[in-house]
């Protein structure tokens, strides 16, 4: 490869601020990057991008209690121990289980093991912009931390496959395990924000995160023009703590229009939402992707 291989995520404080219209559009502009949508909980990515599924692999996370049956006595020792209504001496209940292993300690005939289940899905596909790497947490699933570094392993392995140098990452919102995951040694966080109070609240919470892990910071400010009070705030603490604004970008229904037919909203048109978006990519890419940044 020319240069180092190099992770942008995109990220949001909170769910609903254009974060993954944003990213698919930047995959459109590149056109030359693999893609990784590590919001697994509720993964929307594909909506916009169209991914055909190449490769599909299990993915076994959380440790579950399992019960040999000719073992066990139903003495009950294991159902009166469990604090999660998981287990009776008949059944035990996946999605309630939380694998502590009480139960397994409990149960005077060894009748009970913790073993792992399969809480996702992995998928590799094949997109028009790019390969993306992808996966669904099965409802009421665990590890989903884990399910998003497996995405990010394999995203990183069809970039040195394929000799990409870029990977975009959809990040999932606020600052829970699965952001963490997304946002851990990566070159640089976009954050994705609104003029409203619960978007900078959020957003000065993502920006805390990303802060710990000394990672770069850059910022969109999407629906810029709703309110001119709260964009001058996001302003102001983008200023005080060193953060880039990439674009403010105005509310336009042509975006709504652009997620209703599927299509990143980069290529819906060409109206101030698509200039400013251009001009983001435009200013990311000479000051990070050219190495003045990174």
């Not at 990515?45 to 599924?53: A, F």
């Not at 200023?239 to 880039?244: C, K, Q, V």
Request: include cysteine; glycine fraction near 10%; proline fraction near 4%.
């Amino acid at each position: 490869m020319g240069q180092r291989l190099r992770q942008i995520v995109v990220v949001s404080g909170k769910g609903g601020t254009g974060k993954t219209s944003v990213l698919a559009s930047f995959a459109a502009l590149a056109q030359c990057a693999v893609l990784a949508d590590c919001d697994v909980d509720a993964a929307n990515l594909h909506l916009l991008v169209h991914p055909e599924v190449r490769e599909q692999t299990e993915f076994w996370g959380a440790k579950v209690a399992v019960r040999d049956v000719g073992l066990c006595r139903r003495c009950g020792e294991c159902e009166r121990r469990c604090r999660f209504g998981a287990i009776t001496t008949e059944t035990v209940d996946v999605r309630a289980c939380e694998g502590c292993g009480l139960c397994v300690l409990a149960c005077p005939k060894g009748a009970l093991s913790l073993r792992p289940v399969v809480n996702g899905h992995c998928y590799l596909s094949d997109t028009a912009y790019g390969p993306m790497a992808h996966a669904r947490l099965v409802a009421a699933g665990e590890s989903s931390g884990r399910l998003v570094t497996r995405v990010r392993q394999m995203a990183e392995e069809a970039a040195l496959g394929t000799g990409r140098d870029l990977i975009l990452i959809d990040g999932p919102p606020g600052i829970g395990c699965t952001a963490v995951a997304s946002m851990a040694e990566t070159d640089l966080a976009v954050v994705v924000t609104e003029p409203t109070l619960s978007g900078i609240h959020d957003m000065e919470r993502v920006v805390k995160l990303a802060q710990h892990f000394r990672l770069p910071l850059a910022a969109i400010i999407n629906k810029a023009d709703i309110n001119e009070a709260n964009c001058r705030d996001i302003r102001s603490f983008a200023d005080e703590h060193g953060i880039p604004i990439l674009a403010e970008l105005p509310f336009d229904e042509v975006v709504v229009r652009a997620v209703a037919a599927q299509t990143p909203p980069v290529l819906f048109g060409d109206g101030p939402v698509q200039e400013g978006i251009r001009t983001a990519w435009e200013r990311l890419g000479a000051q990070w992707l050219s190495g003045a940044g990174g």
